[in-house]
């Protein structure tokens, strides 16, 4: 049965990856676009921006069976098919990305920083939606062809992102220091700090819950409309009462949803301590991106498990 | 040998004649030197009624050549395409053996080489290399049953038509793919 699993976990991580840049690149376009955020919060959002999605372009061509051609899918385009507008996306995001990361980077004030902070945010919700559209464009499988599968990986698109801004504001500081020491001084700006303090955190996990709330209500109306499907039991046993249940329900929405959501309302409530503040800035952005990743993970994998038996059906 | 011109060929799998030896899986892999342990055509195994009433028939599945078909559309390069003679193939030279249409197939008969093998998806391509020559695709020419039929759909007076009016049906027709290859369904 090694033929049952065409695509493997390195589609996980391309999804996953794709989905931090996504949710990244949105904040950071608006961010700009609104120019009344945080300005620590929109540049860190905007310099992280296009690096996920490349190591998933990298896993997404290790993937192939045949990777030395994988050119060819961005030379021939085929308007029907999903996968080409996508490889388009993916073509442009990151050079778009890493051109608006730069204008930021060095304060560029001109005409073009709205039109790359528009093409930014357009591009980010394209390559947000495409990842799910990917597997929901696959018309004949139980548990893919439904779009509240594009719509929750976007929505997990946008948390996980917000959780890769917190955590990246941890470190920046000493990855701008690597930076300092390859560029020559006088290319560069000012020094600015980065370093997000805890009220910055704690405005984005006041974010986080919300968009953590509306992917419980995203993934429990995901449920009934299995279940209202002549195909429920079998997209059902997938991942949610067979399969890779633990790895759902555990992972994802207790460690991944519920939890990172009860430390959030925790913490808008005041109910930590100063010294155990690194509970809410180390554990709740690390246990949301783990349970974002396994979310990918399993309906990966759970929808190829029960694609043969449908197949059969007649 | 006589030159066959391309029209829109297909194939009709009578289930009630089909005895399910493999020897139609067997040929195909003889014939198109596929790799060790995958297949073109396979036999599926059907068990149907309840007890005390129940029957089990066998079913050679294999591509269904789709006039509509959900690999042509979802594949990114073109590489899968519609044939001069109604049927479904790959280009390699355009493949990047993204394995899509393996999983776009919702008859699920795509399976995917190794690496090693070439990475290109393997499906039936009707054996045209063989009806170029004027001459039956393997799979039929060995059917010890006599349950397998390919022939040219367009000309009226052909063997294939005359099966058509025995009653044979397409698979899954709610999917909208209207294929060219057809069943006769089993009958108690």
Known sequence: MEHLFTWNYLIAIYLFTAGLSSGSAIVGAIGDILENMDDRIKRLATYLAPFPVMLGLVALVADLHRPWYFYKVLINYHITSVMSWGAFFLLVFPIIAVIFAVMVYFNYKGILRKLFAWLELVLGLAIGIYAGLLLAAIYNNPVWSNPLIAFLFFVSAISTGICMIILGGKLWDQVEGLIRKIIPGRFLPEVRLLN?????????????????????????????????????????GAFITGGYYLSFWIVVVLSGLCLPLLLGIMELRDRFTHRTNVIVSWVEPVLVIIGGFMLRW????????????????? | MAKVKPARWGKIVDLNKCVGCH?????????????????????????EGTFP??????????CNHCQNAPCVDACPTEASHYTEWGTVEVKPELCIGCGYCVLACPYRVRMMNDRRDGGLPEKCTLCIHRLEKGEKPACETTCIAGAIITGNLDDPHSEINEWMAKGAVERRPDLLTHPNVFIIPYRR
């Not at chain 1, 990966?300 to 059969?312: E, H």
């Not at chain 2, 020897?23 to 068990?47: D, F, Y």
């Not at chain 2, 009433?53 to 294999?62: F, L, Q």
Request: charged residues 20%; hydrophobic residues 45%; glycine residues 6%.
């Open chain 1, 196 to 236: 997000l303090d805890h009220q910055a955190i704690r405005s984005l996990i006041g974010v986080d819950a919300v968009i953590i709330i509306v992917e419980l209500m995203v993934i429990s109306t995901l449920i009934i409309s299995y279940m209202l499907r002549p195909t429920g039991d079998v997209a059902l």
């Open chain 2, 23 to 47: 020897a139609c899986s067997v040929a195909c892999v003889a014939e198109n030197k596929i790799k060790h342990g995958k297949h073109r055509t396979r036999i599926v195994e059907h068990e």
């Open chain 2, 53 to 62: 009433n129940v029957y089990r028939y066998t079913e050679k599945w294999s």
């Open chain 1, 298 to 314: 399993v309906v990966v994998y759970g929808g190829q498990l029960v694609y043969p038996i449908l197949t059969y059906y007649k």
